[in-house]
């Protein structure tokens, strides 16, 4: 359930930088790496909580 509500944030959040004039060019950076972090950041979450 997290992981759809931060996609469809990240949807709101292009959309609107989109509308604020930021290149096109610069979304496909935007799609891969704040992906990669957040899937970064639940994983070690998880890894932190099975440790304990």
Do not use: H, R, Y
Not at 29 to 49: E, G, H, M, Q, R
């Amino acid at each position: 359930m997290p992981q759809e509500l931060i996609c469809f944030f990240l949807l709101g959040v292009a959309a609107l930088l989109l509308n604020a004039g930021l290149s096109s060019q610069a979304l496909p950076l935007f799609w891969l790496v704040l992906p990669l972090a957040i899937k970064l950041f639940f994983d070690t979450k998880k890894s932190s909580a099975l440790g304990k």
